[in-house]
């Protein structure tokens, strides 16, 4: 038996048999240890380093720095924020000498193959302290090139964001970059003061953060956009703050036609350019205030202060943007005809509709900085995965990917059981953190090359990035209803029905070059894609969808169902023509468990309901035999001395406890004490009194060998792979109680899960 906590620690000796209270435990715990922390807001160059469709900066120098002679050296340099010790490998493509340099010690050099193969590529671990990093690249000019593209290995799921060092840059997103120099100024004996001031340095830093004083004398929507060769308009967006004062004025000076509004009413429109002076009534005196002011050929923009009882009042940001000295943020150019209400351009997740200098349509415009080239953008920020998947003590809200998806479907229907409006609606906020976000976060992508929020979901490219999580936001909708979650969900179903790479038969597999998993078929991927697939279909009227995912079911039983044993093998591996014969546990979890989704809904007269039935009550009579003693399953379920593992338990309990609501399985007693025994194992082991989820492996690759599972996987404390399938077995594990005391059982299908 595999010990993880001592009994009198345990969610059951507090609580017993009342899996309610346990279910406030386990929903209670998670939300208060990850608060709702937006995305960071941060000044961000678009001049700067940006990053490639891969992840990596590319910091190719010899276009950006063209005076740069051979044998010149510059230095690329930037921060790097820790909440816990965390390793990632990180990727290096040289394009000419290249030392590394991490918190003051060399990390890597360059070979003299390395400098010249044109091809080259490095894989450089590195283990980040808590706290602030510093990482400093020497690139040196030769004929082979100057620079490298650097960055972290699987972009999209361990990100690297850094942050821009020295004093007058606090706060901003990016790396600098120096100018060139002739001599080497940094290693391990000197290294740059990242709190100092650029000018302490003595060298020249770029991109540039300052206006020329040509640029300051500018017009204020001139400086930031150009001058129109045609009327145009601008926005500028403040806060006035609540100061109690008896009066307001804002005063100042118009380039052209412009209007006030404060909190979206109109409080000031100038007809023409020129002085202004306006009193305010006291009650209109705070709030967000939105300035849009149209050309003329007087200029462009507009200036603008406000007094207090007479006394100068100093606005705000409307929203905290870090690494932004002013108070105002800016957007346009818009055309001069674009009606935009005040509450749709308020909003950090606007797009405004662009036009360029001469009134044609150019995309959109986001929030700009006074200062050169400078954007708003949001960062996520939040839990930072590292290369075993642990994410410390930082809490996962905002994040898209899939162990959060399973998460925030517990939350939902743990909500629904505990009548617990405050869960859901934590969940939705989640969510909806990550689907308001949608269309900028496309938008950024095109922009920067790699988008700063919303990872997964933009760069879309197997079923991990988008079934799970859709499904999430799918259960939500048909919880509450939102016109975005079935636009983002109309973009994954196209992905998964027709752009999902397929065998022959029309299996879904993983086609993926230069990759270890390349040409392989995973157990795992039942669950990323059926019920997204079973919740479209009845959130859509898709029945195509529904069937697609009862096909999938049959085709990957007949490459990984070990017959002899009833259970399934992990992968299936094409490139060696079979199956890794490993019956990983939670791999056998996410298909059990999906499968319960699937036959909840599938109509009794569809022609594979027979099979499906047979499927899951042969793979449950399977499973069910090798149960340990302690009401686990083990990690390798077929492998005495593998350990037991907890989510894999709790996907197995909640499959048998279904079966026996649901009237699916013969012999339904066998499988409700399999069930019960499961989850007072789970409770009694793996559950403690504060609510922490034990004895969960970690996020897994695959092998041919057990001993990769056993003794290379090892449990995480309240790893997102394992607590929401933990709230969920104990939803089921109260509704099956609840059946079980009424002696009844629910239909055999149709209607939305309790």
């Known amino acids: 038996m595999t010990v993880y906590i001592e009994a009198r620690e345990s969610a059951r000796y507090v609580f017993g048999e009342d899996e309610r209270r346990i279910l406030e435990l386990l929903a209670g715990r998670y939300v208060g240890a990850n608060p709702q922390i937006p995305f960071a807001f941060r000044s961000f160059s678009r001049q700067g380093i940006l990053q490639n469709e891969e992840g990596l900066y590319d910091m190719e120098l010899a276009s950006r720095l063209p005076q740069a002679a051979n044998g010149d050296y510059a230095y690329v340099y930037g921060l790097v924020w820790s909440d816990n010790e965390r390793s990632i490998d990180s990727v290096l493509e040289p394009l000419g000498p290249i030392k590394v340099y991490m918190n003051g010690e060399l990390l890597f050099r360059t070979s003299a193959v390395e400098e010249m193969k044109p091809d080259a590529r490095v894989v450089i671990p590195m283990l980040f302290s808590k706290g602030w990093n510093t990482v400093l690249i020497e690139a040196r000019r030769t004929p082979a090139g100057f620079g490298c593209r650097f960055g972290a290995d699987e972009a999209k799921v361990r990100i690297l964001n850094v942050l821009a060092p020295f004093a007058e840059r606090a706060g901003s997103a990016g790396w600098v970059y120096s100018a060139p120099v002739k001599t080497p100024c940094y290693g391990e004996e000197a290294f740059p003061d990242e709190l100092g001031t650029e000018e302490e340095t003595g060298l020249s830093w770029l991109p540039r953060v300052r206006w020329t004083a040509e640029e300051t004398a500018l017009p204020n929507m001139e400086r930031l956009f150009g001058r129109p060769e045609t009327t145009l308009a601008g926005y500028g967006w403040t806060k006035l703050p609540i100061t109690g004062a008896g009066s307001l004025v804002l005063e100042g000076r118009a380039y052209g036609p412009t209007s006030v509004w404060i909190d979206g009413e109109l409080v000031l429109d100038i007809a023409e350019a020129g002085p202004f002076r306006a009193k305010l009534r006291p009650d209109r005196a ?207 179903a196209d992905f998964m029905l027709k752009k999902l790479e397929r065998r022959e038969d029309h299996a879904f597999y993983r086609l993926s070059e230069g ?220 509704n099956l109680k609840e059946a079980l005391s009424a002696g009844s059982r629910s239909a055999g299908q149709g209607g939305h899960a309790t």
């Open 286 to 492: 705070s709030g967000n205030l939105l300035i849009r002011t149209v050309s003329s050929g007087q200029g462009w923009g507009f200036v603008v202060d406000a007094l207090a009882d007479g006394k100068p009042l100093a606005f705000e940001q409307p929203v905290q943007v870090h690494g932004n000295g002013g108070s105002w943020l800016y957007a346009g150019p818009i055309a001069a005809d674009e009606g935009l209400a005040p509450s749709s351009v308020c909003r950090t997740s606007a797009l405004l509709p662009s036009v360029d200098l001469v009134g044609r349509p150019s995309g959109f415009a986001y929030w700009e900085l006074d200062a050169p080239q400078t954007r708003v953008r949001p960062f996520y920020e939040n839990a930072m995965l590292s290369n075993k998947w642990t994410t410390g003590t930082a809490t996962n809200f905002g994040r898209w990917d899939y162990p959060l998806g399973v998460t925030m479907y517990g939350v939902l229907r743990t909500a629904k059981v505990l009548n617990r409006s405050e869960l859901s609606d934590y969940a939705l906020a989640h969510i909806r953190s990550c689907t308001d976000m949608y269309d900028y976060s496309l938008w950024d992508r095109s922009q920067y090359g790699f988008p700063s929020v919303n990872h997964q979901l933009v760069m879309m490219r197997m079923l991990d990035n988008c079934g799970s999580f859709g499904s999430a936001m799918l259960e939500a909708y048909l919880q509450e209803g939102d016109d975005v979650f079935l636009r983002i969900a109309e973009r994954i």
């Open 515 to 734: 990759e270890y998993f390349d040409n392989t078929l995973w157990a795992d991927d039942l669950y990323m894609s059926a019920p997204f697939l079973i919740r479209y279909a009845v959130a859509c009227g898709k029945p195509e969808a529904m069937d697609e995912a009862a096909r999938q079911f049959l085709l990957f039983r007949s490459y990984l169902f070990l017959e002899d044993e009833r259970i399934m093998s992990h992968v299936y591996d094409f490139k060696y023509g079979q199956a890794t014969r490993v019956p990983w546990g939670r791999g056998n979890g996410w298909v059990l468990f999906s499968l319960t989704e699937l036959l909840q809904h599938l109509p009794v007269d569809h022609q594979n309901r027979n099979a499906l039935l047979d499927f899951y009550r042969t793979m449950c009579a399977g499973v069910a035999d090798l149960q340990s003693g302690s009401g686990l399953w083990r990690q390798v379920l077929n492998e005495p001395d593998a350990y037991e593992e907890a989510s894999c338990t709790a996907m197995f309990a909640y499959a048998f406890a279904r079966g026996v609501r649901y009237g699916w399985l013969d012999g339904e007693r066998r499988y409700a004490d399999a069930a019960l025994k499961a989850w007072r194992g789970l409770t009694g082991g793996a559950i403690d009194r504060s609510g922490n989820v034990h004895g969960v492996c970690s996020g897994s690759r695959y092998s041919f060998s057990p001993d990769y599972y056993m003794y290379d996987l090892r449990t995480v404390v309240n790893d997102n792979h394992g607590i929401g399938i933990m709230m969920l077995a104990g939803v089921e594990i109260n």
